[in-house]
């Protein structure tokens, strides 16, 4: 059976969770795992996405949602504003929106479109990308709990631009029971040789690490101006979770948080060398769980 045949097989026939998070994980990453007692970063995020289940984690994830849990945890300033929000694509209202902006999905990731000139902005093309990216559901695809149920909305936000080129830069921050431990930095999205991912120790460090499937940036890129700012708020806003990456933009003087990630290529990626994905595990102690 063909990898993509296998995967809506998975979606349309395995209703047990555990079931599921097994036979995509061994597809995923070719590997069986263990997630009665998991010891790799991989298997401990499938036993978070089985046992750990707070109804907050769908604020969280929510791309409206999370900004009101940001303010609550970290005051007023650090997130994007939102210009609009709608039940569908039919129900944006055109008129009220500025000359640039970006349209996204509040359910999914990816999903995101730019609009530098609202006079030549092609609509239907836009409609087909965020359509296309309504219909997918991450707890069908990969059991991440915190994305069930969510309704599926569209929001519309302000074009920033952080002088790094077209596309804002990402600081992408991986919290462990609540401390954030490492980060990367991604660069090159849209370019010819594609994104690139770069990981530093809180000390701003680069490591010997990377995700399987991309690679560092060379030269490096800088760190963020506001990296002590963004460790204490990353802090702050995992305060009662296991594991979550949190997601930041540096915009002239200004930190905003893009987005709260529970697991990060749906709990699957491998790391490289593989002693991390065993390192990065034992960073995670599912003993010490807030109920």
């Not at 998070?21 to 298997?43: A, C, D, S, W």
């Not at 650090?78 to 970006?102: A, K, R, Y």
């Amino acid at each position: 059976m063909k990898a993509g045949r296998l995967g809506r097989w998975c979606v349309e026939n395995i209703s047990d969770d555990r079931l599921f998070v097994l036979i995509k994980g061994f597809y995923r990453t070719g590997r069986l795992l263990n997630v009665r007692q998991p010891r790799t970063f991989q298997e401990k995020l499938q036993w978070i996405k089985l046992h750990d289940r707070k109804e907050i984690y769908h604020r969280m994830v929510d791309k409206e949602e999370m900004k009101a849990y940001v303010r609550e945890r970290v005051g007023e300033g650090h997130t994007v504003p939102t210009l609009g929000c709608w039940n569908s694509f039919d129900d944006i209202d055109w008129e009220s929106l500025p000359d640039s902006f970006v349209l996204k999905n509040t359910y999914d990731s990816g999903s995101y479109i730019l609009c530098r000139d609202k006079s030549t902005f092609d609509r239907q093309e836009a409609r087909r990308k965020l359509e296309k990216g309504g219909y997918r559901d991450y707890y069908k695809e990969s059991r991440e709990w915190p994305y069930k149920g969510l309704s599926h909305r569209i929001i519309a936000e302000p074009l920033l631009n952080d002088g790094n080129g077209e596309w804002l830069t990402d600081y992408k921050f991986y919290t462990f029971n609540g401390e954030p431990r490492l980060f990367y930095i991604t660069s090159g999205r849209g370019s010819r040789e594609g994104l690139k991912e770069t990981f530093f120790d809180m000390e701003g460090n680069v490591m010997d690490l990377s995700q399987k499937g991309y690679k560092p940036a060379d030269p490096l890129p800088p760190l963020p101006r506001h990296l002590k700012e963004m460790a204490a708020m990353a802090r702050d806003l995992a305060q009662g979770t296991l594991h979550l990456r949190v997601d930041f933009y540096e915009v002239g003087d200004k930190v905003c948080c893009g987005e709260l990630t529970f697991f990060d290529g749906g709990g699957f990626a491998l790391f490289v060398p593989d002693k991390w994905n065993r390192e990065l595990g034992d960073w995670i102690d599912l003993n010490n769980i807030e109920r």
